[in-house]
């Protein structure tokens, strides 16, 4: 018999989707078989079972973020009804989730020029070869121009991305829509040779990021 996340697997298998979101979808669908203490497709996809799971994700859980588990289940029970392997969820008795609206924290333009300069303080380089002192410093004007995720700033190549005028287009990862723009010439000179693609672990680059914040 077909488990919860041996049908989740196949699914995402199906779906064009990064490994992050992948990666996201099925250890939620693992969580819920842990949930229910039982495996098979039906025990796991019924609104008693899902309604108690997310109501223990909100004692821990931001409501953003169980919104999100609660829309990836759906988005597998459905994907499991649609094969005959589970009745279609009632939706209406699942538990909503209510998002507080929230003020967003930006960096000021000030606070924005500090961590150029504190870039310019750094020393050594990346295993590619690229300096800390310009990779910084190129992220960080890219990211301030362009407002485009963090993702996305590591893909940017200027080569590819932007004309002779300094006009900008890039289709977002994430959404698969076109963002555009206009870099500043400061931007520009920063980014110009300077692979932006991450060359460490990810999580390095929060760490690192938060170091430079304090220097």
């Given at each position: 018999m077909?488990?919860?996340?041996?049908?989740?697997?196949a699914f995402m298998?199906?779906?064009d989707v990064s490994a992050g979101y992948r990666?996201?979808?099925?250890?939620?669908a693992r969580a819920l078989e842990n949930h229910?203490?039982?495996?098979?497709?039906?025990?796991?996809?019924?609104?008693?079972?899902?309604?108690?799971?997310?109501s223990r994700l909100a004692e821990t859980k931001a409501p953003s973020t169980v919104k999100g588990w609660r829309g990836d289940l759906l988005v597998l029970w459905r994907a499991?009804?649609?094969?005959?392997?589970?009745?279609?969820?009632?939706?209406?008795?699942?538990?909503?989730?209510?998002?507080?609206?929230?003020?967003?924290?930006?960096y000021t333009i000030d606070e924005a020029r500090a961590l150029v300069d504190a870039a310019g303080k750094l020393r050594g380089g990346y295993p590619n070869g690229v300096g800390r002192r310009a990779y910084w410093e190129a992220i960080i004007r890219l990211a301030w121009d362009s407002g485009l995720r963090r993702g996305d700033c590591w893909r940017f190549d200027a080569a590819k991305h932007v004309d002779a005028?300094?006009?900008?287009?890039?289709i977002q990862h994430k959404t698969g829509r076109?963002?555009?723009?206009?870099?500043?010439?400061?931007t520009l000179a920063a980014i110009a040779g300077v692979?932006?693609?991450w060359p460490c672990h990810r999580n390095a680059f929060t760490h690192q990021f938060r170091r430079l914040v304090e220097i």
């Open positions: 077909q488990s919860l996340f041996q049908f989740a697997t298998a199906s779906r990666d996201t979808f099925l250890s939620r229910t203490g039982r495996c098979e497709i039906t025990a796991c996809l019924n609104e008693d079972v899902v309604n108690r799971l997310l499991a009804a649609d094969e005959g392997l589970a009745p279609y969820p009632v939706t209406r008795k699942i538990r909503r989730v209510k998002v507080p609206v929230t003020l967003i924290e930006c005028t300094g006009r900008w287009r890039l076109i963002a555009a723009g206009v870099l500043h010439a400061s692979p932006l693609a």
